[in-house]
């Protein structure tokens, strides 16, 4: 969709972490550990974006403000939605079970990207 307004950088707040393993720009991480992100499973509660992919065991995260991220779950609609990791680095709708929060969609771009208010 053609967008003539951006939510870009609004708000944006980040932090570097210490990471291992991968964790890969534009997906969604969680905490691992004091100061650390790791990439987070299916159903699992995430804390912000990573801004790029993790480098000499360091990745910046954004932590607030207006991100973009993959959604492949088209139940996923604009307003507020209680969010969890689809651990594939992208975003669902949580499920009964799992763990999330709610977040507001402010924006989908109909090609599996939304705008969320972080």
Not at 42 to 49: A, L
Not at 50 to 65: E, H, R, S, T
């Given at each position: ?36 992100v790791e990439a987070c499973a299916s ?29 492949a779950d088209d139940t996923v609609t ?41």
């Amino acid at each position: 969709m053609s967008r003539k307004v951006s939510f870009e950088g609004i708000g944006e707040v980040a932090a570097t972490f210490f990471t291992e393993g991968t964790v890969k720009g534009g997906h969604v991480v969680k905490i691992g550990g004091d100061s650390k992100v790791e990439a987070c499973a299916s159903g699992e509660r995430f804390c912000g974006v990573a801004l790029g992919d993790a480098k000499d065991g360091f990745a910046a995260v954004q932590i607030q403000g207006c991100a973009q991220v993959k959604c492949a779950d088209d139940t996923v609609t604009v307003g507020y939605v209680k969010l969890t990791a689809d651990g594939t680095g992208g975003v669902k709708k949580a499920g009964t079970n799992d763990a999330g929060d709610e977040y507001l969609v402010m924006a989908d771009d109909g090609a599996g990207i939304i705008t969320i208010k972080m």
